[in-house]
């Protein structure tokens, strides 16, 4: 006489070990989501510090406009050919914070200067196309920028910072 084991034939007990054991899986699994799920930054945080592509393909030769990244205003100016000219002409042993203008724009794009619009003396806004060098005015002290950014005139200690950005195409930047 012989007798059937359970591991040659699955009994219907096997079946409910088995199915208990994937449903408290997927229940362990779903009831620790939402608990890992809430480490991560929210929406704004992660908006705040991300980067954003700005596509510059509408901004028209000699036109500047503003974005936003991390709250700061960004200044893109799309340079005429008579600014990039003005900007390397300068004698840069001659201002306040030395810094050529091939420095401050992209090898290849010197038509496109990218700045954070923020006056380094007092935090004002400066204006875009104001004051006697074709750049940059602060009306809060009077500091004067070049159309490279660079601080020529007023109390401003140093140029308007360059953003950490990149070209991903010719006609898009990506800032941050």
Same mark, same amino acid.
């Given at each position: 006489?012989?007798?059937?084991?359970?591991?040659?034939?699955?009994?219907?007990? @096997?079946?409910?070990? %088995?199915?208990? +054991?994937?449903?408290?899986?997927?229940?362990?699994?779903?009831a620790l989501w939402p608990f890992i799920s809430q480490m991560n930054p929210d929406a704004s945080t992660i908006a705040a510090g991300a980067p954003i592509e700005v596509d510059l393909s509408p901004v028209a030769e000699g036109q500047d406009i503003k974005v936003f990244w991390r709250g700061k205003p960004i200044y893109i100016s799309h340079r005429t050919k008579k600014q990039i000219d003005e900007a390397r002409a300068v004698n840069v042993a001659s201002l306040p914070d030395p810094q050529s @203008?091939?420095?401050? %724009?992209?090898? +290849?794009?010197e038509q496109w200067l990218v700045v954070i619009g923020i006056c380094t003396h007092l935090g004002c806004i400066p204006i875009a196309h104001e004051g006697n060098y074709d750049g940059f005015f602060c009306p809060c002290h009077g500091s004067q920028y070049d159309s490279s950014g660079r601080i020529r005139q007023g109390p401003a200690p140093a140029n308007l910072p360059v953003p950490p950005y990149q070209f991903v195409s010719d006609t898009k930047i990506q800032i941050g």
């Open positions: 006489m012989t007798t059937a084991s359970s591991a040659d034939h699955p009994t219907r007990r @096997d079946f409910l070990f %088995v199915a208990t +054991g994937a449903f408290a899986a997927v229940g362990g699994a779903a @203008d091939e420095a401050r %724009v992209k090898s +290849g794009h």
